[in-house]
Nanobody, 126 residues
Framework: VQLQASGGGLVQAGGSLRLSCAASGRTDSGYAMAWFRQAPGKEREFVAAISWSGSSTYYTDSVQGRFTISRDNAKNTVYLQMDSLKPEDTAVYYC????????????????????WGQGTQVTVSS
């Protein structure tokens, strides 16, 4: 599976961006999809994840209520709608895919995801 992330950019605090992640290759395998981010000098952190059907979604606390993950399996694309952006959301955002984690507590673990995109930069100015 190859993943191509896009949609990053520079936005003022309070603004919105929508990230997209297009998948190619074996996209019919029921993969869970996720977004992670990495700010300068910090470790990569989980942002959001979604099941194959879209019926289950997971968010880290800091983005709950501001970000929305969704997917369109017909287009092999997952989205991250980011609203009410804050300067602390500034990071490189990566999309990832993997077999659905067995436990809800592990959906946020990067080790669960075997395929990664190249990242897209999101910069939020104050």
């Amino acid at each position: 599976v190859q993943l191509q992330a896009s949609g990053g950019g520079l936005v003022q605090a309070g603004g919105s961006l929508r990230l997209s992640c297009a998948a190619s290759g074996r996209t019919d395998s029921g993969y869970a999809m996720a977004w992670f981010r990495q700010a300068p000098g910090k470790e990569r952190e989980f942002v959001a994840a979604i099941s194959w059907s879209g019926s289950s979604t997971y968010y880290t606390d800091s983005v709950q209520g501001r970000f929305t993950i969704s997917r369109d399996n017909a287009k092999n694309t997952v989205y991250l709608q980011m609203d009410s952006l804050k300067p602390e959301d500034t990071a490189v955002y990566y999309c990832a895919a993997g077999y659905p984690p067995r436990y809800s507590s592990t959906w946020a673990a990067s080790i669960e995801y075997h395929y990664w995109g190249q990242g897209t930069q999101v910069t939020v100015s104050s």
